[in-house]
């Protein structure tokens, strides 16, 4: 099995020109649960524009390397850069009242129950950036739209809409300060194959209308080839293999081959340890 | 051997609690003296932990007061003392009964819901959300609480001293003979603004500590549905016996 080369190939944070420096960079980021290692050592850079995919199996770590990127978790060794800034010792409500913004799509939308649609779009609007509330509600009335939800769903509550436009809206309110990073969490999970699709044309669509570094994990292959311009393999605590989206199909490494195929029978038996060899280390192999 | 690790053990994992509660309460009594505020955060929970707790209070402290008043008509009469009945009622209703019911009911009613509310919060990822979304969790979900708490457990207090009163003064006229002018009288002068402050210091401890278990044990829930009745639980058992723990100490330095 071999590593495959990055297609993005950048130099290294301290010497990068601005737009050439990763605009999020994960280095050498461990963590620990208990006596289990779920990160040991990942190293994952985006290129500013780019829209970066994690795929794994369920316990492999992808949630947590998400979590430590946004803020939301602590990593026990490593460093979570931004632009170039050392930012792992902050919490994630100080990142995000920082330049640059970034906004996040939960798994399960994460609305606040008891606010209306509108109210959980405009909520960063109002209480953190303090917009008057009525520019506030047409902003996020705007937003709704664009994520093909009329102004009539605006005075609803989350409990009364579906699966699907509960992710409209948690995608609308994750665009709706206009963020230069976004972070996408299972964005398909749960939902079905048409209403999947839908999110996947609406996440395309916005990353792309804002021009911003999108960082999503998924384990849905549909979704990961869709919406990924580069697609990363996180497996042992590692990750195993990164490639350009459309090559991920000829990809030779044994554990994206199991992985795409949905097989049993392969290196990936569900026992979350550490991976030995197969790691693709950015730094190290001189591919940034 | 065993015992003795296991007595180590459970020692370690006490002030542990201890030490993460104490971390916890800090944080959020900071973030209640600084901005940014949230006073519609603030209002509501002051409307869901007092007013809509009036009615259970105000039941506790009538049918407490009129046992008391019961008790100690029957205790008295054993040494021809039933004529100081209303001063004892007053005494016990204000100084220990009034603060004491009115922060049991809360636990069990405000201590439990806030857990669960902010453990399902916990679960469903909208704390995570509040801090991607730039806002501080301690300033908008647990300062709130606390301040609410604090500030409208006195009140509730003050409804519950003149319910319980009020209690022992019905079942007295009613049915021990005494008259009404004569009791409300004798409770009046007999009363101390000591005995209603030292209630109210009491109270406002109370609130501190029901609203910080169920904050406490609710932002830490983990493990879905059955993390967050754990959460419940944990919250109204630990908010009881603190407020028993705490009226022992302040009863000793207030008395």
Same mark, same amino acid.
């Given at each position: 099995?071999?590593?495959?080369?990055?297609?993005?190939?950048?130099?290294?944070?301290?010497?990068?020109?601005?737009?050439?420096?990763?605009?999020?960079?994960?280095?050498?980021?461990?963590?620990?649960?208990?006596?289990?290692?779920?990160?040991?050592?990942?190293?994952?850079?985006? !290129?500013?524009?780019?829209?970066?995919?994690?795929?794994?199996?369920?316990?492999? *770590?992808?949630?947590?390397?998400?979590?430590?990127?946004?803020?939301?978790?602590?990593?026990?060794?490593?460093?979570?850069?931004?632009?170039?800034?050392?930012?792992?010792?902050?919490?994630?409500?100080?990142?995000?009242?920082?330049?640059?913004?970034?906004?996040?799509?939960?798994?399960?939308?994460?609305? %606040?129950?008891?606010?209306?649609?509108?109210?959980?779009?405009?909520?960063?609007?109002?209480?953190?950036?303090?917009?008057?509330?009525?520019? !506030?509600?047409? &902003?996020?009335?705007?937003?709704?739209?664009?994520? *093909?939800?009329?102004?009539?769903? #605006?005075?609803?509550?989350?409990?009364?809409?579906?699966?699907?436009?509960?992710?409209?809206?948690?995608?609308?309110?994750?665009?709706?300060?206009?963020?230069?990073?976004? =972070?996408?969490?299972?964005?398909?999970?749960?939902?079905?194959?048409?209403?999947?699709?839908?999110?996947? /044309?609406?996440?395309?669509?916005?990353?792309?209308?804002?021009?911003?570094?999108?960082?999503?994990?998924?384990?849905?292959?549909?979704?990961?080839?869709?919406?990924?311009?580069?697609?990363?393999?996180?497996?042992?605590?590692?990750?195993?293999?990164?490639?350009?989206?459309?090559?991920?199909?000829?990809?030779? /490494?044994?554990?994206?081959?199991? %992985?795409?195929?949905?097989?049993?029978?392969?290196?990936?038996? *569900?026992?979350? *340890?550490?991976?030995?060899?197969?790691?693709?280390?950015?730094?190290?192999?001189?591919?940034? | 051997? /065993?015992?003795?690790?296991?007595?180590?053990?459970?020692?370690?994992?006490?002030?542990?609690?201890?030490?993460?509660?104490?971390?916890?309460?800090?944080?959020?009594?900071?973030? #209640? =003296?600084?901005?940014?505020?949230?006073? /519609?955060?603030?209002?509501?929970?002051?409307?869901?932990?007092?007013?809509?707790?009036?009615?259970?209070?105000?039941?506790?402290?009538?049918?407490?007061?009129?046992?008391?008043?019961?008790?100690?008509?029957?205790?008295?009469?054993?040494?021809?003392?039933?004529?100081?009945?209303?001063?004892?009622?007053?005494?016990?209703?204000?100084?220990?009964?009034?603060?004491?019911?009115?922060?049991?009911?809360?636990?069990?009613?405000?201590?439990?819901?806030?857990?669960?509310?902010?453990?399902?919060?916990?679960?469903?990822?909208?704390?995570?959300?509040?801090?991607?979304?730039?806002?501080?969790?301690?300033?908008?979900?647990?300062?709130?609480?606390?301040?609410?708490?604090?500030?409208?457990?006195?009140?509730?207090?003050?409804?519950?001293?003149?319910?319980?009163? #009020?209690?022992?003064?019905?079942?007295?006229?009613?049915?021990?003979?005494?008259?009404?002018?004569?009791?409300?009288?004798?409770?009046?002068?007999?009363?101390?603004?000591?005995?209603? !402050?030292?209630?109210?210091?009491?109270?406002?401890? =109370?609130?501190?500590?029901?609203?910080?278990?169920?904050?406490?044990?609710? %932002?830490?829930?983990?493990?879905?549905?059955?993390?967050?009745?754990?959460?419940?639980?944990?919250?109204?058992?630990?908010?009881?016996?603190?407020? %028993? #723990?705490?009226?022992?100490?302040?009863?000793?330095?207030? &008395?």
């Amino acid at each position: 099995m071999t590593s495959e080369p990055l297609p993005v190939l950048l130099p290294p944070v301290e010497t990068a020109p601005q737009s050439l420096r990763p605009k999020l960079h994960l280095q050498g980021v461990t963590k620990t649960f208990g006596s289990r290692q779920v990160l040991d050592g990942v190293d994952i850079a985006v !290129a500013p524009g780019r829209s970066l995919v994690i795929i794994g199996a369920s316990g492999q *770590g992808k949630s947590v390397t998400l979590k430590i990127a946004v803020g939301l978790m602590r990593p026990d060794q490593g460093r979570v850069l931004v632009d170039g800034e050392d930012v792992t010792g902050m919490e994630a409500a100080d990142r995000a009242r920082r330049s640059p913004r970034f906004g996040m799509l939960f798994q399960g939308a994460a609305l %606040f129950d008891s606010l209306k649609v509108w109210e959980n779009v405009a909520f960063r609007l109002v209480i953190a950036d303090k917009v008057p509330k009525r520019e !506030a509600k047409d &902003r996020a009335i705007e937003a709704l739209g664009r994520v *093909g939800l009329s102004p009539e769903f #605006a005075a609803l509550y989350p409990g009364e809409l579906s699966g699907g436009m509960q992710k409209r809206v948690g995608l609308a309110r994750a665009v709706v300060t206009h963020p230069d990073i976004l =972070f996408f969490d299972e964005p398909t999970t749960g939902l079905d194959p048409i209403t999947s699709d839908v999110i996947n /044309n609406l996440i395309i669509e916005e990353v792309k209308r804002l021009g911003c570094t999108a960082i999503s994990i998924t384990h849905d292959m549909t979704s990961a080839r869709k919406i990924g311009d580069e697609i990363a393999m996180l497996h042992g605590g590692h990750i195993v293999w990164r490639g350009d989206a459309k090559t991920i199909d000829q990809a030779e /490494n044994a554990y994206v081959r199991q %992985f795409i195929n949905g097989v049993a029978q392969g290196p990936i038996t *569900g026992d979350a *340890g550490p991976v030995r060899g197969d790691v693709v280390r950015p730094r190290a192999a001189g591919a940034r | 051997m /065993n015992a003795v690790r296991a007595i180590g053990r459970s020692t370690l994992d006490l002030v542990r609690s201890a030490g993460a509660v104490a971390i916890f309460a800090g944080r959020g009594v900071a973030a #209640a =003296f600084s901005p940014p505020f949230f006073p /519609n955060q603030l209002r509501r929970q002051a409307w869901m932990i007092g007013y809509t707790s009036l009615p259970v209070v105000g039941l506790t402290a009538v049918f407490t007061g009129a046992a008391l008043a019961l008790n100690i008509y029957t205790g008295g009469g054993r040494f021809n003392a039933e004529q100081i009945m209303p001063q004892i009622v007053a005494l016990g209703i204000t100084r220990e009964l009034g603060p004491v019911l009115a922060a049991l009911m809360l636990a069990g009613r405000v201590s439990a819901a806030i857990a669960a509310e902010i453990g399902a919060m916990r679960a469903t990822e909208q704390i995570d959300a509040l801090q991607t979304l730039s806002v501080d969790p301690y300033r908008y979900t647990i300062a709130p609480r606390l301040t609410a708490a604090v500030l409208t457990l006195p009140l509730l207090t003050v409804v519950a001293d003149i319910i319980g009163i #009020a209690g022992g003064w019905l079942v007295s006229t009613a049915t021990l003979s005494f008259n009404g002018q004569v009791y409300v009288r004798n409770t009046w002068s007999f009363l101390t603004t000591g005995d209603v !402050a030292s209630g109210l210091i009491k109270s406002a401890v =109370f609130g501190f500590i029901v609203a910080l278990m169920g904050c406490y044990h609710g %932002f830490f829930a983990s493990g879905g549905a059955r993390g967050v009745g754990r959460a419940t639980t944990n919250a109204v058992v630990s908010a009881a016996i603190l407020v %028993f #723990a705490s009226d022992y100490v302040m009863t000793s330095l207030l &008395r």
